[in-house]
Every structure is written in C-alpha cells, then in structure tokens.
T-cell receptor
Framework: SQQGEEDPQALSIQEGENATMNCSYK?????LQWYRQNSGRGLVHLIL?????REKHSGRLRVTLDTSKKSSSLLITASRAADTASYFC?????????????FGEGTQLTVNP | SQTIHQWPATLVQPVGSPLSLECTVE??????LYWYRQAAGRGLQLLFY??????ISSEVPQNLSASRPQDRQFILSSKKLLLSDSGFYLC?????????????FGPGTRLLVL
C-alpha cells in the first residue's frame, strides 16, 4: 500500500516559476526520497533526506523534512519546460528483512513554456 | 489481478561467478518493465527499462545486462559478478493511469557478492 501522499495531484505553472510539492506519511522512517518520472521511463532518484536532517539542496531542488508533522516538501526553483514530469516521494522504513520503500501516488507537474 | 514475481529472494555468489535474476508479471500484457538496484540506505537506481520484447534501454554503464525474451519476462544477468554488484534488486512493471504512470514493484532479490 502507498504510505506517502503527494499534494497536489497535479500542478501547472509557467516556466521560471517555482514549483512546490508536498508529501505526507504515517510511520517512522529512516529517510525520505524524491523521484522523478518522465512518461514511459523509469523512476530517477533526485534526492534523499535522512530522518535527522531538516533541509537539503541539490541544484535547483530543495527538500525539507518535518518528522514531527511527518511531511516533506520538494521545491523546484526557476522551473523549466524540461521539468515536466511526475514526482514521487518514497519513504524508507527499516524492517527486519531490510529497508522497504513505499511510494506515494505522485504529483504531475506541467511547466508551460 | 496483476502480480509480479522475482526469484530468488536471496542470493550469495562469489566474485567472478555469473548471475541470472528473473522477473515475471502476470495478469497484464505489454507492460513496461524495469530493473532497479538499491544500495543499503540509498535510493533506487534505475538500471534498465523495457517497453517491449527485445527492447532494452540501459540507464547506466555497468557490469550487468538485461533481456526480455517474452512479453512478461525480464531477466537481469552478469557474466562475472563484482563485489560492487551487491545490493537489493527490484523489478517493476508499470501501467498508465490517466496521465500518470504507476509502477508496481516485485519483492526484490537481495544479492551478496563475496
């Protein structure tokens, strides 16, 4: 079952604007990851934030994590048309058999040129 | 309903030995198929994806290869394993739902190369 819930489900913005996507989860995690998927392609790992981290940057990406609220946000600054894709959050919860990733439903981002 | 199988669940292999991991999907036809690797505490790394029989795209240069001999069968192989090939290998299939592509993952194979 999906633990992460992304919000919004769909987001349409103009090139140059910032895009913010949110993710909520329910159980304790080791880390939270964001992935991007272009239609017909596989998931591409964007960024991982550990449970003891609050904020992380990678290029135009900024991820925050609030473990008290069990939520995370992904900010894409100065968006480009090429950023159009689906974005998924995934939580990594340690289990006896090893880590287990659980994905949310995703946010479809459309960046209009 | 659709199901995805992977085997074996766990594998311990010596360096230099060959590898063959199999993934099969039931209950759907012409799915997109994917192989991912997850190192401990890290994210998924896309290795290969396939949109049809005999069509394989590789995302990263590596010691591994993939084949799709049948519509619902995806095989990950290596002629000679390296220590760095150790990890958790996940197979996935996908279906379009509206404008989104939803991926469904198999149970995974934990590979340890010694």
């Amino acid at each position: 079952s999906q633990q992460g819930e992304e919000d919004p489900q769909a987001l349409s913005i103009q090139e140059g604007e910032n895009a913010t996507m949110n993710c909520s989860y329910k159980t304790s995690i080791n880390n939270l990851q964001w992935y991007r998927q272009n239609s017909g392609r596989g998931l591409v790992h964007l960024i991982l934030i550990r449970s003891n981290e609050r904020e992380k940057h990678s290029g135009r990406l900024r991820v925050t994590l609030d473990t008290s609220k069990k939520s995370s946000s992904l900010l894409i600054t100065a968006s480009r048309a090429a950023d159009t894709a689906s974005y998924f959050c995934a939580t990594d919860a340690q289990e006896t058999s090893g880590s287990r990733l659980t994905f949310g439903e995703g946010t479809q981002l459309t960046v209009n040129p | 309903s659709q199901t995805i199988h992977q085997w074996p669940a766990t594998l311990v292999q010596p360096v230099g030995s060959p590898l063959s991991l199999e993934c099969t999907v039931e209950g759907t036809s012409n799915p997109n198929l994917y192989w991912y690797r997850q190192a401990a505490g890290r994210g998924l790394q896309l290795l290969f994806y396939s949109v049809g029989i005999g069509q394989i795209s590789s995302e990263v240069p590596q010691n591994l290869s993939a084949s799709r001999p049948q519509d619902r069968q995806f095989i990950l192989s290596s002629k000679k394993l390296l220590l760095s090939d150790s990890g958790f290998y996940l197979c996935a299939w996908s279906v379009m739902a509206g404008f989104k592509e939803t991926q469904y993952f198999g149970p995974g194979t934990r590979l340890l190369v010694l």
